[in-house]
Structures are given as C-alpha cells and as structure tokens.
C-alpha cells in the first residue's frame, strides 16, 4: 500500500497565509500565537489566570517539522516548606533528583501541542479556549489596522476592483486594496447601474467605522464627497483652489447642482467647471456608470446674497422675482422662513422639475425653503416681491458700501497706530468725514431717480443697474473768447503808447550813436587781438552822451503826458472803432 498524502499544514505556512488575508505582519502573528498559547496553558492546566507563572513557549524545528512546545517550570524547594504545588516541586522528586537539580533550581516540564490537546480531561477546553482568543485577538488587530489606513483616505477617490456581483439585489463586492473587500451596497450605487466581474471603478471612502465583528468601511458613489472628488480630479482649477466648491446637493443618477465660486475676478467658475463645449462636464459623468439616464449636473454660481444665490440655484428655471415671508411650520408650531421665487411664465414646471427633483435640490442647497409661482399668477394674487434687477443692484450697492466702510476702518486702524500721528486727532477727523461723505454720496446718488433729468418726449426704461457715477454728463460746448473793443482799459491803452515810445528812443539812440573810447592801458598785442574777435554786445556811450540821451527821454515823457481833464467817452463809441 502506498502512503497517504498528509493534508497537515506547516505551522509557517499557516502564519503566512494569515499574514496575506489580514494585512498583519508575520512578527506580529507568532507574538500573537505564543502569547495566546501561553495563557491558555495556564488558565487550562494550571487553573490560574497569574501571568506570572513560570510558562514559555517555543516554535521547535526538527528538519522540516516544526511544532511549538510549552514549558511549566516549577522551582524546586524542601519538601516542608513548599506550598503551592503548581509552581514548586520537592527535591526528593525522582526526577528532579534525576536532573541533578539542587533547592532553588527551576525544574520544567515539556508539553508539545500534541500532548496537550491528547489530554482527555483538558484538551477540547483548550482547543476551545485558544481558538476563540487567537480569532479575537487576530481581529482587533485587523480591525486597528484597516481604521488606521482608511481613515487617512476618508473622503478620498480610490479604484477597486469588482470582485463579485449579485444580479438580484444589485450588492457588489469590491476589492479596494490587498486582501481587502468591501460591499458597494445598492443605495450607493449611481441609478440603475451594473457591473461585471473584474470590471474597474471608482469609488469613495464614506466612513470607516469599528464594531464586534471588525473594521467597517463604507464605499459610495452616489456620496456628494464622490462627485466632488471627481471635479477636483477632472478640473485643474478646483485642484489648486482657483475655483472654489462651496455647495453640493446630489440626487444620484438624476440630478446634481454644484455651487462654485472664485476670489479670482478674472476667472468665470461656471464656465472653468463647464469647459468649452461642455467637455469638463462630460468627462466627470463619464464615471457614472452605464445608467440608461445619465445623472445632470448643474454648475451654480455661489452668492452670499441669498436671494441671488437661490435664483441661481434654481437653473435651469428663469427667477424674475423673490420675497420671504414667514409661516407656521408643517412639523412644529414654530414660524419657518420661506423663500417664495416668482419664474417666468410656463416654467414652472422646469423649475419644479421631475418628481421635484430640481426645487429640493436648490433648497438643500441653499439651506431654506422654496416655494414657486408663475409671473402672471403672482401678480393675481397680489404678492408683493422684488424684481431680480432691483435686488442684484441693491446687493450692489451694499457691497459698495461695505467696500468704503471697510476702508474706512482700515484708515482708522492704519492711522492709529502710527505713533507719531495719534496725536493728530483733527487730520484724522476730517479723513473719516472724508469717507462718510462718500458713504452718504452713493446713497444719495442711487435714490436720485434717473426720469425727472429726462425730457418728456425722449424718457425711457432706465435700469438702477446703471452706476450713477457711470452716468457722463453733457459736456457744454466750449465758449469762445470774444474781445469787445470797447471793453478794453485805458491803462492797456497808456502801455501800448508807452511800448511806441521805446521804439522810437531805440531808433533815435542807434542814429546818434558814436565810437566807444578804447582802453588806454591794452597793450598792443591785445588791442590787434581785439580787433580780430566780432565784437558782442551794445556799444559803451560816454557820460555826455548818456546824459544826453536822458534828457531827450523827459523831453519826450513830458510831450506824451495824460492830462486828467481829457475827455475819453469817444473811445467807449463803436463808432469810433468803424472803418473810416
């Protein structure tokens, strides 16, 4: 007869096998498996839970068998003073005078698993006992380990791997890292969706929770964390913050709306987060799945004005008009805040949208209620509300306001601080009333109305939208100067006469004039050198002939003298000044 094969597995490769399927390491599986076997030992067969009884275990090799065998030392002692018989043996036992062994001297007793689990009385209790304390013990571990590498991916885009799927409840179970599998529930799954065996997707870590039976983590893909993962994995601007994600409300394999919003003004989120030609749209529900419908996203522009923000929110339905009234909630006694939107007429069943997918959608994006009516029935029923163009404007302007204040206050604190300046109260004083003025200025400009300043015949609609300091007004045609003749002054008159004069000295003086003395004390080479050089300048006149030309001048003022008693009134005449 031939030998039969044995089906008994080493105990190294038992450890190994455990080190695969739980993620533990092998240091940690035979630490685990001495320490569990020592306790069991000692609770089974000594009948103590003492830790400190002289029990060690060892994993012995003989060629390719290995087995682990348990020691029990017992110290040795004179037989009259021992007092426990589980942790002492007399001297006078046989074999510890076999061994040799001497008062004080540790005697141990060999067991090997087999002759442990062999014992009739003992052996199940312990095949029980060290089963269900490894099994726990192996767990925990698991269960430690799993907690600690998925909760660092919480919230995080991951891929596994489809390793089973059931057609009847739609369950999937995916392997999402080694050893690892986890069960991507119905619920979490994008619409009608299926999946085949080995297919790759992608999914997101939810939650990782603990319980009895281990680490518990929680895959989706209809999680809003999911969509928004894959914006920041699809669009670079959401990435690297350009483009901020403030909201997400998500009714998976229908409908999305996405709030986004950017402290860039030159950067449009809306149309960053579509792409051109919708392509970035395109690429994130390309992870949907193979729904027959595939879930809409909506990009919406944030607000911090909720009025605006939930005309935005409601796209893609065209808000002409909101109010907030108060009323009694259907859940409590309490007044809840309404938000009720006035749309186009004939869209309210777009703004309503399928199943009311589309108004519960802006309102657990918003955060409030929202209630619709058609332009037309609104006006019926007498709602008063405010138009969209009236309340962005008005936004406007406390934005603009604010815009002053702050810089008001960025003055103020700015200024203060200076310690040279603090003393400077009055600068200070009419810097702020500087601000303030201009505070009160846009205000009074945007409560001007724009119809009065209009003729009747050319009036038109005129939006608040317009800045009022955008409004240019009328340039007057320039004037042109015109110099009456009779508005000229007699001291003009006098000066013109008085230049006339000088005119006629310069050409009298320049007839009259004679050689200039030389200088006696040149010498000669410097008067032959003089004569070389162009001479420059006006002549030098002797004192003869300056006094000379002195009193022709008083000669000449004496004979152009004004006499008061002249009459002038011809001059103011326009007759005077006509052709003659």
Known sequence: MGRTKSNK?????????LVQAKNLSEEFILDTLKSTLKKTFTKIFLGSNDDDAIVRVELEKKGKSESF???????VQEEDKITDDFFEISEDDPNVKEAGLKVGDLYEVRYTLEDIINDRTRGNKFINSFSTSFRSKVLEAEKATLIELYKGKLGELITG???QYNRETHEAVVEIGKNTEV???RKDQIGDETFKVGESIKVCVASVDANQAGAKIHISRSNPLFLKRLFEQEIHEVYDGTVVIKDIARRAGERSKVAVYSNDPNVDPCGTCIGKNGDRIGAITKNFGNSKDKEKIDVVLYDENLAIYIAEALVPAHVVGLTFIERESEKSNELEKVALAVVKDGELSTAIGKKG????????LTGIKIEIKEHQDALKEG??????ETIRDEAKLSKLEKTVLNSKDEFKENYIEDKDLQDDEKVIENSVENIDSTVDKIDKDFDIKVEDNIPEETKTEVSIEEKPQEVKKEKKPEE????????IKMEDLLNQLEKEKEQEESKKAKSNKKSYKKKEDKSESERKEDNKKPIKGMAIYTDEELEELKREEEEEDESYGVDEDDDYDEYDSDEYYEDK
């Open 9 to 17: 597995i080493s105990i190294t490769d038992a450890v190994e096998s």
């Open 69 to 75: 065998v348990i020691y029990y030392g017992r110290k």
């Open 161 to 163: 791997i489809v390793t």
């Open 480 to 487: 042109k100067t015109h110099v009456n003749v009779d508005t």
């Open 383 to 388: 709602i008063q509300f405010k138009t969209m």
């Open 183 to 185: 069960t991507l529930e």
């Open 357 to 364: 997918c589309n108004v519960s959608l802006a309102a657990k």
